[in-house]
């Protein structure tokens, strides 16, 4: 079946260091990407999803690129703030008119310092 | 706009007891989602629903959990039997467009 890989529990940072999430998946169809974000005692929210268009998606600093030849789509950013320290997911959907079937990976705990 | 709400915000219960979560979607957004969230695991799907219909409950242990949304509004997520095991965040999400899900702040229950 389908599923998402996040392979660091916990990535630690200095403030103004770039930021590199990484995403991997797995899927029998061409899914749409997302990553979400959740900070604490907070609902998960959308950051970035995958476009068919091959534009690069951003959003408050953060980009991601599809790659669909190594099945990823890392999250990164050049320069970490401490408002930035929060959990960041990475969720698939194959989309299409069964609706959209989120899959979460285990999610990426983002800690940044002074 | 208001988002998607939740409650309660926290349930605490022995083995055994029942239990209701309640979620008012964003208005307008026909589709909408539970979702359980083990400490430390990211957020997996139980149900959803498009309007009144269950399009996927496969991941719902349908002896002790069911889930409704009668008039394809609120919904309602019940657990018959609770289990220690079922310590974890329930989340409520909706779309219109079932590509970007807007989610609730979530019920943490917890079973002792």
């Known amino acids: 079946g389908d599923s998402v890989t996040q392979t660091e529990g916990l990535v630690t940072l200095t403030e103004g260091l770039p930021v590199m999430l990484n995403c991997t998946y797995q899927?029998?169809?061409?899914?749409?990407l997302f990553w979400y974000v959740q900070h604490l005692n907070e609902a998960p929210k959308l950051l970035l999803k995958?476009?068919?268009?091959?534009k690069r998606p951003e959003h408050q600093g953060f980009h991601a690129t599809l790659h669909k030849s190594s099945s990823s789509f890392h999250l990164q950013k050049s320069s970490a703030q401490l408002s930035d320290s929060a959990l960041y997911y990475c969720?698939?959907?194959?989309?299409?008119?069964?609706?959209?079937?989120?899959?979460f990976g285990i999610g990426t705990l983002l800690s940044v310092k002074p | 706009e208001a988002g998607v709400t939740q409650s309660p915000r926290y349930a605490v219960l022995q083995e055994g007891q029942a239990v209701s979560f309640w979620c008012d979607p964003i208005?307008?957004?026909?589709?909408l989602y539970w979702y359980q969230q083990p400490r430390d695991q990211g957020p997996q799907l139980l149900v959803y629903?498009?309007?009144?219909?269950?399009?996927?409950n496969s991941q719902l242990p349908s002896d002790r959990f069911s889930a409704v949304r009668p008039k394809g509004t609120n919904s309602t997520l019940k657990i018959q039997s609770a289990k220690q095991g079922d310590t974890a965040t329930y989340l409520c999400?909706?779309?219109?467009?079932?590509?970007?899900?807007?989610f609730g702040k979530g019920t943490r229950l917890t079973v002792v």
């Open positions: 999400a909706s779309s219109l467009d079932r590509i970007e899900v807007f």
């Open positions: 899927s029998t169809y061409s899914p749409f």
């Open positions: 995958s476009f068919t268009d091959n």
């Open positions: 969720a698939l959907s194959e989309g299409g008119s069964s609706g959209n079937k989120l899959i």
């Open positions: 208005s307008g957004h026909d589709t």
């Open positions: 629903f498009r309007d009144e219909a269950v399009i996927d």
